[in-house]
């Protein structure tokens, strides 16, 4: 089946105290977008990419998207005032029954066996929503009261969230609400079950500093079992 990843760059430097927008600064010497849009290449030689950034970075995503061989798998469009929007946006470029992908654009450590892992499942299920089992302790605040919540009933949702495109086109045709954070809660609105799958450690949202720390380690190490 045909593959499309809607990859949303817009984020801004603000929490990383950078002019530069996190998905722009340089990992390695590239930017963390590249790494991005790599991993989404290499997964599959059919895979398509809509590239979705705000206006005033079309011209940056053009310079990163000329770097690749394989630049003719990718489309670059405008987003919208909000992510719901933005994806909304880059549907638009999704005009076959596919398996679509949904990821931040600055998750630049998503791995290829992922990426394969999400598509399997969609195939069969519909969806497949990548999450991880929470390490830390747990409390849920609610009107100024908290209380501790089980981790082992807690997972952490990441992305790339993947879905039937008969699925998730239709179900970004509803009005947009204030409770839609991710894809996977328009969905589930439409009226849709969510299937989750095993996400990875690894798959950081590159978000403050030291995110950038841990991402440059993990690339220095992954490339050093490469040459092993």
Same mark, same amino acid.
């Given at each position: 089946?045909?593959?499309?990843?809607?990859?949303?760059?817009?984020?801004?430097?603000?929490?990383?105290?950078?002019?530069?927008?996190?998905?722009?600064?340089?990992?390695?010497?590239?930017?963390?977008?590249?790494?991005?849009?790599?991993?989404?290449?290499?997964? /599959?030689?059919?895979?398509?990419?809509?590239?979705?950034?705000?206006?005033?970075?079309?011209?940056?995503?053009?310079?990163?998207?000329?770097?690749?061989?394989?630049?003719?798998?990718?489309?670059?469009?405008?987003?919208?005032?909000?992510?719901?929007?933005?994806?909304?946006?880059?549907?638009?470029?999704?005009?076959?029954?596919?398996?679509?992908?949904?990821?931040?654009?600055?998750?630049?450590?998503?791995?290829?066996?992922?990426?394969?892992?999400?598509?399997?499942?969609?195939?069969?299920?519909?969806?497949?929503?990548?999450?991880?089992?929470?390490?830390?302790?747990?409390?849920?605040?609610?009107?100024?009261?908290?209380?501790?919540?089980?981790?082992?009933?807690?997972?952490?949702?990441?992305?790339?969230?993947?879905?039937?495109?008969?699925?998730?086109?239709?179900?970004?045709?509803?009005?947009?609400?204030?409770?839609?954070?991710?894809?996977?809660?328009?969905?589930?609105?439409?009226?849709?079950?969510?299937?989750?799958?095993?996400?990875? /450690?690894?798959?950081?949202?590159?978000?403050?500093?030291?995110?950038?720390?841990?991402?440059?380690?993990?690339?220095?190490?992954?490339?050093?079992?490469?040459?092993?």
């Amino acid at each position: 089946m045909k593959k499309y990843a809607v990859i949303v760059a817009g984020g801004s430097g603000k929490r990383m105290g950078s002019t530069t927008p996190k998905q722009f600064l340089l990992l390695h010497h590239k930017p963390v977008l590249w790494y991005t849009i790599d991993s989404f290449l290499r997964a /599959y030689h059919d895979m398509h990419i809509v590239l979705v950034l705000p206006q005033e970075h079309i011209e940056k995503g053009k310079q990163i998207v000329s770097s690749f061989e394989a630049g003719d798998r990718i489309t670059i469009t405008t987003g919208g005032d909000t992510r719901f929007h933005s994806v909304q946006k880059g549907l638009q470029n999704v005009h076959e029954e596919s398996v679509v992908f949904v990821h931040d654009g600055v998750r630049c450590l998503i791995s290829v066996p992922l990426i394969h892992r999400c598509y399997n499942q969609a195939l069969v299920k519909g969806s497949a929503v990548p999450a991880v089992a929470a390490t830390d302790s747990i409390r849920i605040f609610n009107n100024g009261k908290h209380q501790v919540e089980q981790r082992q009933h807690v997972r952490i949702i990441q992305t790339p969230q993947t879905f039937l495109s008969t699925i998730i086109i239709p179900a970004y045709q509803q009005q947009f609400k204030d409770a839609f954070t991710d894809e996977a809660t328009v969905v589930e609105a439409f009226g849709e079950t969510i299937f989750l799958t095993e996400g990875e /450690y690894d798959n950081i949202k590159i978000t403050r500093p030291v995110d950038l720390v841990i991402a440059e380690s993990i690339i220095e190490e992954r490339s050093l079992l490469q040459q092993a």
